[in-house]
């Protein structure tokens, strides 16, 4: 399932060195410090990097597709070995299958 991103990842992301409570019920960030100083950001900032951590996770969703089709590091390593033993090229078509079906945007 997708990920979606939500105004405490844009939270988190704008100010890593703050903390923070969130009440999901009324929208309202409460006990706000931060190490470095920095203000709470503004509804508008909050916003975009909303768009913005969604538009950069949703573009990587082929590398979370792959993760996940690639064989085995064992058996790679096991195709690998064979490969160089008899001069084929499983390992390269395994490879090359799992890019080709989840290509790159």
């Given at each position: 399932?997708?990920?979606?991103?939500?105004?405490?990842?844009?939270?988190?992301?704008?100010?890593?060195?703050?903390?923070?409570?969130?009440?999901?019920?009324?929208?309202?960030?409460?006990?706000?410090?931060?190490?470095?100083?920095?203000?709470?950001p503004?509804?508008s900032?909050?916003?975009?990097?909303?768009?913005?951590?969604?538009?950069?996770?949703?573009?990587?969703?082929?590398?979370?597709?792959?993760?996940?089709?690639?064989?085995?590091?064992?058996?790679?390593?096991?195709?690998?070995?064979?490969?160089?033993?008899?001069?084929?090229?499983?390992?390269?078509?395994?490879?090359?299958?799992?890019?080709?079906?989840?290509?790159?945007?």
């Amino acid at each position: 399932m997708d990920k979606i991103m939500t105004k405490q990842d844009a939270l988190l992301s704008l100010r890593p060195k703050a903390s923070f409570a969130w009440n999901e019920e009324t929208d309202v960030i409460s006990n706000y410090s931060s190490l470095d100083s920095s203000s709470i950001p503004t509804d508008s900032e909050i916003a975009s990097e909303v768009t913005r951590l969604q538009n950069e996770y949703n573009n990587k969703k082929y590398q979370r597709d792959r993760a996940t089709t690639y064989p085995s590091i064992q058996d790679q390593l096991d195709m690998q070995y064979w490969d160089k033993k008899n001069g084929t090229t499983t390992w390269v078509d395994a490879v090359a299958k799992v890019k080709s079906d989840n290509p790159k945007p």
